[in-house]
């Protein structure tokens, strides 16, 4: 018998009969092409399986930017920043007095301060629209639904609990996951960040950034996130974002989410820890005349 | 082998014969062939898994691997693949590795000098030990003896130069971060991966036409289902590029394109010696469902350029739902590397100043201190900072609060300084 999953997989494509949700302004496909089109799970909810990518600039800067030079001299054109309209509800991001201005330091020490510079975790939302993709596992078998994410760049990964909502067992980079279906909706519940870290005696902190341009957020962060299928190949994604200590409200970024087409297409690795090495101890090594 | 093999197939009364002759090829386990055939079968599954929704066998859940079994057999079990009852009764009852003695070891421990010094490993305080049932002893059930298969001459001179080249737990030399395993370096870990002290939770989650591995050290294995073709061969990971499939209840999983940069071996969960690059190595992974709890996992390594045949270990996996995984950000704070590097330059840095004033002779640094009594490092360095272990260890550290200098007393005299080069005008009098 070959690939037994293939005819399962058509009978997942099962027509729904209720009306798929999409967020307001955003209607990629009509209703009944939207029925007909999404994969669904047996219990009925949107499959959400598959290898997805963010095609924008949020991380380089969720407020958005005109094109800009590149930090390192020597990178000219490939260093650049891009330019992109923002994916910031209202435009700004409402941070306190304080963060406002923290903001501006981190963007001129964004050489030293950006984690993804050491290739710390990206952390939750930042690891959605990392220029990288990340693959959604979905089921649900045995009575118990599982998700789980696995994004290429460094070890990043979460298992999202999808039954009854958990308590964070211990703070952690990519945040504790509770996960539940709002008609198609997935939404997930994200909390329990990690407090700043210091990496080396004489480094400063390793802080949460969620982009380039030096935006952050502290350990107090929660996000829902919410995942909406546009049609077989999008997925819309909002996150909402409250930071009690360095936001002044809670406030919304949206994306499309773009799924990897291309035949054979696999997450390959980005072992990024490797990459860092020569910068984060290249003065530890032993020089070769001493 | 070629030749019993055939005998094998023609009459009953030669197969008594054959099998007698070929006693000494059997595997062990006992689950593998009985044909005496040199190639090792895999075992087939003896447990139906419930099924997906879309017909694969549901493996999903949570999987620990805990082991002490060694993945050789040591010398004292040459002709004996399995122990008895008594013999498991007798082992349960000693530690479970040599390094009770260790970083962390409690101070009303009887330790030697030589375990106490070694810091290498975490003590077993540290380990989190959930043994599975298993009276093998040894992990490699092919070759039949539990050993390696010999390595070509070839491999042998390319082993013997690689060590030459990179520090290892034994050469304890630290140039660089290269000559750290990469785990250390939270790069990744050996695929296959084997047995470790902790952390060897494993969760499978499964969709149509894939299935992926979390071990929570480190590492995510996505495997394709769908029987595509291999990556270019240029392209190169650290766990390779795996391809996988269902025969029967069994997973079989066929891995090639590794990178030659992994060459270390002796860290947590490692499983190939140090000094083979991986770059040419053909994995084959099976995961035979044996119970609702459990599945035995073979793991068959071939690579023509280092062995002279192809060698397979297996090693249980029992479920666990209560196994919670966390998140292991590792290199996130990975002060251990910078630390050891640090350490490293500034004895060095110590050294060539120590240098600059003339060569210190052997009795004006702690290796001059071997052999002497109590009484006579009293005299030359003053009071201990502390001393532990029932006094088999003296604490000294140096002025500057750089340094610490650890004495290890065998018999009332010194047997073991660490470190055995500090100038001993740098230990601070008391």
Not at chain 1, 42 to 48: A, F, Q, T
Not at chain 2, 279 to 286: A, F, S
Request: with cysteine; proline share 8%.
């Amino acid at each position: 018998m070959e690939n037994p999953w293939k005819f399962a997989l058509i009978v997942l494509f099962a027509v729904r009969t209720t009306a798929a949700q999409t967020p307001a302004g955003q209607t990629a496909l009509g209703p009944n092409q939207l029925q007909t089109q999404i994969r669904r799970l047996p219990n009925g909810k949107p499959d959400l399986s598959g290898i997805w990518q963010a095609l924008n600039t949020a991380n380089w800067d969720l407020e958005g930017q005109g094109g800009g030079p590149s930090p390192v001299l020597e990178l000219g054109a490939i260093g650049a920043t891009p330019p992109g309209l923002g994916v910031v509800e209202g435009g700004k991001i409402p941070y306190q007095e304080w963060a406002a201005k923290k903001k501006q330091e981190n963007y001129k020490n964004r050489l030293k301060l950006d984690p993804e510079l050491k290739c710390h975790l990206p952390g939750v939302p930042r690891a959605t629209y990392l220029p990288y993709p990340f693959q959604i596992f979905s089921s649900v078998s045995q009575g118990k639904e599982r998700l789980a994410i696995v994004y290429q760049y460094s070890y990043a990964r979460r298992e999202i609990n999808m039954g009854k909502p958990t308590e964070a067992p211990i703070d952690s980079w990519m945040g504790w996951s509770n996960g539940k279906w709002e008609g198609d909706t997935l939404v997930i519940d994200v909390s329990a960040f990690t407090t700043p870290i210091l990496l080396s005696p004489e480094g400063p902190p390793s802080e949460h950034w969620l982009d380039r341009a030096g935006n952050f957020h502290s350990d107090a962060l929660h996000v829902i996130e919410r995942f909406t299928p546009l049609g077989p190949n999008h997925l819309a994604y909002e996150a909402l974002i409250e930071d009690t200590k360095v936001f002044t409200r809670p406030w919304k970024i949206s994306m499309p989410l773009y799924r990897r087409l291309e035949k054979n297409m696999q997450l390959l690795e980005f072992k990024c820890p490797e990459y860092t090495e020569e910068l984060l101890l290249g003065p530890y090594r032993k020089q070769p005349n001493k | 082998m070629k030749m019993s093999h055939r005998f094998f197939i023609s009459t009953g009364t030669l197969t008594i014969l054959i099998a007698f002759l070929s006693a000494a090829f059997v595997p062990v386990t006992g689950q593998a062939q009985t044909s005496g055939a040199a190639t090792w079968t895999p075992p087939k599954a003896t447990y139906s898994p419930p099924r997906t929704p879309w017909g694969d066998p549901d493996l999903q859940g949570v999987w620990d691997y805990q082991s002490r079994i060694p993945m050789q057999r040591p010398a004292q079990f040459k002709d004996k693949p399995t122990l008895t009852e008594a013999e498991l009764a007798a082992l349960a009852k000693t530690p479970p590795n040599q390094d009770s003695c260790g970083v962390g070891t409690r101070k009303d421990v009887a330790c030697t000098p030589e375990q106490l010094a070694d810091i290498g490993a975490y003590n077993e305080f540290w380990n989190n030990r959930n043994f599975l049932a298993d009276n093998r002893t040894s992990l490699i059930v092919d070759p039949p003896d539990g050993r390696f298969p010999p390595m070509m001459p070839e491999a042998q001179k390319r082993q013997a130069e690689i060590q030459k080249t990179i520090g290892t737990f034994d050469r304890q030399r630290y140039d660089s971060w290269e000559d750290f395993p990469t785990v250390t370096r939270c790069i990744t870990e050996h695929t296959p991966n084997g047995p470790q002290g902790y952390n060897s939770g494993t969760l499978i989650t499964q969709s149509p036409g894939w299935i992926v591995m979390f071990r929570e050290r480190l590492d995510t294995r996505i495997i394709p289902l769908d029987k595509r073709p291999h990556i270019d061969d240029h392209i190169r990971q650290w766990n390779g590029d795996s391809r996988g499939w269902f025969e029967g209840n069994t997973l079989v999983v066929e891995t090639t394109n590794f990178t030659d940069k992994q060459i270390i071996g002796g860290g947590a969960g490692s499983t190939i010696p140090t000094g083979i690059p991986f770059g040419n190595i053909r994995l084959i992974e099976r995961w035979v469902p044996v119970s609702a709890k459990r599945m035995n996992y073979y793991a068959t390594i071939t690579d023509a350029k280092t062995w002279t045949k192809p060698w397979t270990f297996m090693l249980p996996w029992e479920r666990d739902n209560t196994y919670q995984l966390f998140e292991y950000a590792c290199h996130e704070a990975n002060i251990g590397i910078l630390n050891s590097l640090r350490g490293e330059r500034l004895l060095e840095q110590k050294a060539a100043e120590a240098a600059a004033k003339g060569a210190l002779s052997s009795d004006q640094t702690s290796d001059g201190l071997i052999g002497a009594t109590e009484a006579a490092i009293r005299s030359k360095l003053g009071e201990p900072k502390a001393v532990d272990y029932n006094g088999s260890r003296w604490t000294y550290e140096t002025a500057d609060g750089v340094f610490v200098l650890y004495l290890f007393f065998a018999e009332g005299k010194v047997k073991i300084a660490t470190p055995n080069d500090l100038p001993l005008n740098a230990v601070k009098r008391r």
